[in-house]
């Protein structure tokens, strides 16, 4: 509305299904062995640098990255690489991975030491060697993320601890059992780089997380933000544009609007880096869904199949209709079990038949829901009768580039309409259409 | 395991199905339905029933001739002939309730795509149809038995009309102890099920208010002299709850519902005021249903981000 000061996000009241809030995190499970891939992130694969017979450690690294917009890629275990494969994505693409045989033991590297860090460039360098990417999802490294560009002003450091997904509570338990590793790595990254303000920014539907971070961050200028639960409330423009009241401009980055925003296990992970220089090999998972037999939180090595996971988690307990990696909004469905676990995974969801949504592609009613519902403000139902129409034009001037994925216009269609699907689909066909121009 | 699926996310969706609502708006209808039985008597439910059942059975064959899913199992082919009963009058013969139906669902809807795709409200556009097919009896109002004095042989709108319109009883006029279509009269029944939808999330206050609050503030300023008596009447709160608030036909979003509601109400007032009718609901929501693909152009929102920079 225009008469709005602030910039008005829309959101989307989805369930919470917070089932394992109060799941302790269990402790790390003990694979046969893993399959670690060398492309998680976001940019350019990382390449093998073990070969078949290699005695690896904890945090040996076994994938150099490709680049800079690439990522380090460790063994989470200690034992023997027994090859290299190449598997299928869920996304479709093949990518090269390392099999390591575990002895069990998760010795760690013993030539493992803290980084020495002092300044911003160090800061960098020492994540880059971590392999650390965007832990809450999109899987972004996290040293270009730190990079900040010359001549942009970034003022504030927004922690994502809205954890907006249902499901999932993995970030809340890092909250609730490490805070102090929060507000340690808040306090480190904002002295390294500068920045004036940090704000952690936690959903109104953890109240025992907001209550133990501002009293952990009392004295040390950190904001503990509550913001409502509502969808997608985590997603990285809304998520500045709440906590801030700036908006990101179309096509750029946080940083033009001044913001870096870092998850809540990614901040926890460099406190830890810094103070003991072990990488990225383990990742806290929420396991749920109705076909499992116990919710739970879980530490997992990377590289577990999600078939382990899962019987850690008490095994099956019914049919299982959709396996996901990731939350039911974003999350991406799998054909298989037997997939291993990547850095930025946050849940585990084996979904019972009646919790899948059932899509039918009824006639659109035009009722308005989706565009309603856009945080993004775009106009869904225009876009698909747009694509519809193969009017790529169109697609392009109604903005559907904009659109984040983030699975509201689905969700709230009454005519149960897979818009956010073709609205990945419109992306496609822009894409198509500049890259022949 | 390997039965999976998988497909694009999202995975959940939420329990609001297209059947669903048009459940909610037919449940909304039932106040509406007993007060015409009250006021009119079993012929009303008579009409209601043979709407709804040809309207019902047109799309199926129809559907069925041209090769197309049926679609009945969403009842929207319910909700319009029941829209449509409540625009006739009780006298209607039976024929004639049949022949509208057809026209309604087959014209109107179907022929320009089935649900969703009608460019303006099926069941007003079927009204005016038989409105100018059917000159004689579309207009031969049944009167309640109880009705007052001033109204047991004259609508309201021609009594306000004559001028005589601030001598109405607006509680009988609220209430719906009067002549007219079937569903139209009783805006006390029509508001219990305008409220009960916008309870349920499926309509928006935002155009019944404009609507019927520029409606009278037109009439003021044009001079009417019984402005309230005036909204009370006629097809206004049907119109205004149900007919101006089908999603199809009406703006995406709430600025352009505003500017909807109050065009309604403009044209409404003009006609009421000005023109050689008594009633303009019906033509004011159709014109109103023309003009919203520009009413969604202009008012559409910017993407986020492509606003110019403070």
Known sequence: ?437 | MNNLTVTSSPHITSPRTTTGIMLDVIIAMVPAMIASFLFFGARALLLIAVCVACCVLSEAAYCLLAKKPVPVGDLSAVVTGVMLAFNLPATLPVWQAVIGSIVTIVVVKQLFGGIGCNFVNPALAGRVIMAVSFTGTMVNYAYPAQAADALSSATPLSVITAGNGAKLPLWDLFAGNHGGVLGETSCLALLIGGLYLILRGVIKPIIPIAYIGSTFIFLALFGCEAPLASILSGGLFLGAFFMATDYTTTPYTNTGKLIFGLGCGLITAVIRTFANSTEGVSYAILLMNLIVPYINGWTRRKPYGTEAAK
């Open chain 1, 1 to 437: 509305m225009i008469f709005l000061k602030k910039p008005h996000v829309s959101s989307t009241r989805v369930p919470h299904y917070k089932n394992t809030q109060d799941c302790a995190t269990e402790k790390l499970l003990s694979p046969k062995s893993v399959t670690i891939l060398l492309s998680q992130h976001i940019g350019a694969p990382a390449a093998a640098c073990v070969a078949k017979g290699d005695h690896v450690y904890v945090g040996t690294l076994v994938g150099k990255a490709g680049g800079f917009v690439s990522a380090n890629v460790h063994s989470s275990v200690s034992g023997t690489v027994s090859g290299l494969t190449e598997l299928v994505n869920p996304m479709g693409a093949h990518v090269q991975a390392v099999i390591i045989e575990s002895d069990g033991q998760f010795t760690p590297n013993p030539s493992i030491a803290p980084p020495e860090v002092s300044d911003a460039k160090s800061l960098v360098a020492a994540i880059a060697q971590s392999g650390l990417v965007g832990l809450g999802g999109a899987g972004f490294p996290t040293h270009v993320k730190l990079s900040i560009p010359e001549g942009a002003n970034v003022d504030t450091l927004i922690v994502n601890a809205a954890e907006c997904e249902p499901y999932i509570t993995s970030d809340y338990r890092e909250m609730v059992e490490f805070p102090e590793r929060i507000i340690g790595g808040v306090c480190k990254v904002r002295e390294l780089l500068g920045i004036k303000r940090a704000v952690i920014a936690v959903e109104a539907n953890k109240p025992a997380a907001i209550e133990t971070l501002r009293r952990l961050s009392e004295g040390k200028q950190i904001e503990v933000i509550k913001l409502p639960s509502t969808y997608p409330q985590g997603a990285e423009k809304v998520l500045i544009t709440n906590v801030t009241g700036r908006v990101v401009p179309a096509g750029k980055l946080p940083a033009d609007a001044g913001c870096l925003v870092l998850n809540t296990a990614t901040v926890s992970f460099i406190h830890e880096y810094l103070r003991t220089g072990m990488p990225l090999v383990s990742k806290r998972l929420t396991v749920d869904g109705g076909a499992v037999a116990r919710g739970c939180n879980l530490m997992v090595p990377i590289g577990t199949p999600v078939r382990e996971v899962i019987e850690a988690a008490g095994g099956y307990s019914g049919e299982c209709a959709k396996l996901l990696m990731g939350g039911p909004m974003m999350g991406t469905a799998l054909a298989s079990d037997e997939f291993p676990i990547l850095k930025n995974n946050n849940a585990i969801l084996a979904l019972s038949p009646e919790q899948v949504g059932q899509l039918k592609n009824n006639p659109c009613i035009r009722c308005g829901r989706c565009i309603e519902a856009c945080p993004m403000n775009l106009s869904p139902a225009e876009i698909q009768t747009a694509f519809e129409r193969g009017d790529v034009e169109e697609m392009q001037a109604l903005g559907a580039m904009n659109c984040i994925e983030c699975g509201s216009c689905t969700f709230v269609c009454p005519a149960k309409r897979t818009i956010t699907q073709i609205m990945r689909l419109s992306k496609g066909e822009i894409r198509k259409a500049a890259s022949k121009k």
